[in-house]
Nanobody, 126 residues
């Protein structure tokens, strides 16, 4: 059973940066593509990044493109989401999720992901 644990959230001022980590245990992460999702207050959960099993493919929605970067270190069984130029509208609980696939491109609905982390709160406020 794969378990995912996120960390790195917190309170940051507008324009600031954070890096979220998602550590996997139980299975080798290199068999899984990873997705990053967020759910803001009163909003539906949305995908903010995906990264293929080897990091060769990434995808972002326009709302975060150029500001967020997904990466991974399979030797450390860890995925990362670097977030720059943060805005108040980025405030949300952020989740990582894993789907067992080595297919590119990574294009799956959130209901298809196999494992989810517990989430980490990101608050962007002055």
């Amino acid at each position: 059973q794969l378990q995912l644990v996120e960390s790195g959230g917190g309170l940051v001022q507008p324009g600031g940066s954070l890096r979220l980590s998602c550590v996997a245990s139980g299975l080798a992460l290199d068999a899984y593509a990873m997705g990053w999702f967020r759910q803001g207050p009163g909003k539906a959960r949305e995908e903010v990044a995906v990264i293929s099993y080897n990091g060769g493919y990434t995808k972002y929605p326009d709302s975060v493109k150029g500001r967020f970067t997904a990466s991974r270190d399979n030797d450390k069984n860890t995925a990362y989401l670097s977030m720059n130029s943060l805005k108040p509208e980025d405030t949300a609980v952020y989740y990582c999720a894993a789907i067992r696939t080595r297919v590119d491109p990574v294009d799956f609905h959130e209901t298809e992901y196999d494992y989810w982390g517990q989430g980490t709160q990101v608050t962007v406020s002055s």
